[in-house]
């Protein structure tokens, strides 16, 4: 608002120097649009130099700090960065950090490389909770046909063992999504 009224002022006293009062009234207004709206779409946008190339990313996952891997995993899932071209994938899969194993996780549904089913297979048998509602979600997101019947039966068995609602809710829910009916009982 004050950039606004400073742009505002700024038109007002110069165009009412040079020119008529009745056209320098519409003039202002316009101005003031038009130079703001430059501002907002030109001046404020994100810069494109902050976007990193695969080395950096690599390196920020196998010898930066907690905090470093997670921005890493965070900034590869906003943008997109497929996780399956990370080296060392596996070994960063095995860490004990409940963060980074979410972020891990969360990529690993982004990812359209077919290698990523079997290690979110493995994260939706092994992992307890929150985690595993996750690697359920992330099963339903990366996969073509083929990998559908691959999951399948890893889902089902969840959906079966889980002592949890809401794991069995997920795992139902994705199955679902997927065309499986449960059979029928009795």
């Not at 996780?105 to 990812?111: H, M």
């Not at 307890?128 to 691959?150: D, H, Q």
């Not at 089902?156 to 949890?164: E, G, I």
Request: net charge positive.
């Amino acid at each position: 608002m004050v950039l606004y009224f400073a742009v505002f002022a700024f038109f007002s006293i110069m165009p009412g120097l040079f020119l008529p009062l009745r056209f320098s009234s519409i003039l202002v207004p316009f101005l003031c649009c038009v130079v703001l709206a430059g501002v907002v779409t030109f001046g404020l946008r994100p810069d494109q130099a902050g976007s990193m190339d695969m080395a950096v990313l690599n390196r920020m996952l196998m010898d930066g700090t907690r905090r470093e891997k997670i921005a890493a995993l965070k900034y590869m899932f906003e943008n997109r960065v497929d996780i399956a071209r990370v080296q060392g994938l596996r070994k960063l899969l095995d860490t004990p950090d409940y963060a980074q194993r979410y972020w891990i996780i969360r990529n690993l549904g982004n990812s359209r490389y077919p290698g990523v089913i079997p290690l979110i297979v493995r994260l939706i048998k092994s992992e307890p909770g929150y985690l595993a509602c996750k690697a359920i979600e992330a099963a339903g997101m990366a996969m073509g046909i083929r990998e559908r019947e691959f999951v399948k039966d890893a889902l089902v068995n969840k959906l079966q063992s889980s002592r949890h609602w809401y794991v069995q809710y997920y795992a139902y829910t994705v199955l679902r999504k997927m065309g499986w009916v449960p059979a029928r009982s009795g």
